[in-house]
């Protein structure tokens, strides 16, 4: 039996139009006539006697059955027709997200809400032991009410089942966001996932898809280097997609951070990440100083900031401090020299006083002198003196 339009499914879903189509399956809007509402019906194209095809629809009927989450499409019903096998489910009547590419970045805000939903999704299904294995724009749909769904887990793979569905070395998922261990055929787990989600969201920013060529090349390419995160993406971003996309899957942050770090946008960038263990930062400019941002401590979470400065700096730097100690040395051990303008103000005014007295009483004084008198440099008993003699000379005088 060749399903289409106007088929009954399990005596209850009439299929109408075709939503769309894949590499094994196609997807038809229909109606459930026993409960009146209209669902998603996922025909598998090849018929199910293909062994390989027969299993991985069963592993999808069996995967979304044991997943019950608001961002991920609800399996409804299961069943086969004439060997065909088909699944209802729920119908998002809206479109996917790819179709919103092409036309340039897609808005900041609009990337962070999408990406936490498929983020919550993705770490939902990990922690039950499942793994996507593709995802990518197409596979993410965009309800009216702005819910984004993860859909087509029709290549998913369960952790815990010992049946694999891949040969050894044949990768698995659309190529242009395969994860390095995906392309070379290696076995996979939730890091792989983040990094095709990853890889959406850079493409969502940018505008422009990481890597692009023939599937060889995509393949090569994949292996060779992690993809360039623009410079003018805000640091925030920059980190979190550098994170999701590392070669090594060890080195990639689980789904649920990427969650909380895209929950986290303020309308320009993304917090910190307050369990990095250093900072993405360009290379210094040799000449110019820089500002490195480092992680927060492990133990109390605190930040510093490192001034990074060169080399020959450093040693300018370390001479003026040296001369700057020798200096400051020097002045607190320096002997105090004898001050001069404190012992002039302290020296007694008796002669001002006492010579004019002694002056009147002689006659050998005479008026042209007394100036002299009052202002002689100030030697210790000078003014004494002076009066003295003159004293003496008056003296002589009347007893003469």
């Given at each position: 039996m060749t399903v289409g339009t106007g088929s009954l499914l399990g005596g209850r879903y009439r299929v109408g139009d075709l939503?769309?189509?894949?590499?094994?399956?196609?997807?038809?809007?229909?109606?459930?006539?026993?409960?009146?509402?209209?669902?998603?019906?996922?025909?598998?194209?090849?018929?199910?006697?293909?062994?390989?095809?027969?299993?991985?629809?069963?592993?999808?009927?069996?995967?979304?059955?044991?997943?019950?989450?608001?961002?991920?499409?609800?399996?409804?019903?299961?069943?086969?027709?004439?060997?065909?096998?088909?699944?209802?489910?729920?119908?998002?009547?809206?479109?996917?997200?790819?179709?919103?590419?092409?036309?340039?970045?897609?808005?900041?805000?609009?990337?962070?809400?999408?990406?936490?939903?498929?983020?919550?999704?993705?770490?939902?299904?990990?922690?039950?032991?499942?793994?996507?294995?593709?995802?990518?724009?197409?596979?993410?749909?965009?309800?009216?009410?702005?819910?984004?769904?993860?859909?087509?887990?029709?290549?998913?793979?369960?952790?815990?089942?010992?049946?694999?569905?891949t040969a050894v070395g044949q990768s698995v998922g659309s190529p242009a966001w395969l994860a390095p261990e995906q392309a070379a055929g290696e076995g996979v787990s939730g890091a792989s996932d983040v990094y095709s989600l990853g890889l959406v969201l850079l493409e969502a920013l940018t505008g422009e898809r990481a890597f692009t060529g023939t599937p060889t090349e995509l393949v090569h390419a994949r292996l060779a280097a992690a993809p360039v995160v623009p410079p003018s993406l805000p640091p925030g971003w920059a980190a979190l997609l550098r994170a999701m996309t590392a070669l090594a899957p060890a080195d990639r942050v689980p789904a649920e951070v990427v969650a909380v770090r895209l929950a986290g946008f303020d309308g320009v960038d993304l917090p910190p990440d307050?369990?990095?263990?250093?900072?993405?930062?360009?290379?210094?400019?040799?000449?110019?100083?820089?500002?490195?941002?480092?992680?927060?401590?492990?133990?109390?979470?605190?930040?510093?900031?490192?001034?990074?400065?060169?080399?020959?700096?450093?040693?300018?730097?370390?001479?003026?401090l040296a001369l700057l100690i020798v200096l400051v040395l020097w002045l607190a051990l320096r002997g105090d020299p004898e001050p001069v303008a404190p012992r002039h103000t302290t020296t007694p005014m008796a002669t001002p006083t006492t010579t004019p007295t002694r002056a009147s009483s002689g006659p050998g004084v005479t008026p042209s002198k007394q100036p002299a008198q009052h202002h002689a440099p100030a030697k210790k008993g000078a003014g004494k003196k002076g009066a003295g003699k003159s004293g003496g000379k008056s003296q002589g005088g009347t007893k003469k």
């Open positions: 939503l769309g189509q894949g590499g094994m399956a196609e997807v038809y809007r229909a109606t459930d006539e026993r409960l009146g509402r209209e669902v998603a019906v996922k025909v598998l194209r090849l018929r199910a006697d293909e062994g390989s095809d027969r299993a991985r629809f069963a592993a999808e009927a069996r995967t979304l059955a044991r997943l019950d989450h608001p961002s991920i499409v609800t399996l409804l019903d299961a069943g086969l027709e004439e060997a065909q096998p088909w699944l209802a489910m729920e119908l998002v009547d809206g479109t996917h997200l790819g179709s919103r590419f092409g036309s340039g970045p897609l808005p900041a805000a609009e990337v962070a809400l999408v990406g936490q939903q498929v983020a919550e999704a993705l770490a939902y299904a990990h922690a039950t032991g499942v793994v996507h294995r593709d995802v990518k724009p197409g596979n993410i749909l965009l309800a009216p009410d702005r819910r984004a769904l993860l859909a087509d887990f029709g290549i998913a793979h369960a952790l815990d089942s010992a049946t694999r569905h307050p369990d990095a263990t250093a900072a993405f930062v360009a290379a210094p400019d040799p000449g110019e100083t820089q500002l490195l941002a480092v992680a927060p401590d492990g133990a109390t979470g605190r930040r510093s900031v490192i001034a990074a400065v060169p080399r020959g700096l450093w040693a300018v730097a370390a001479v003026l």
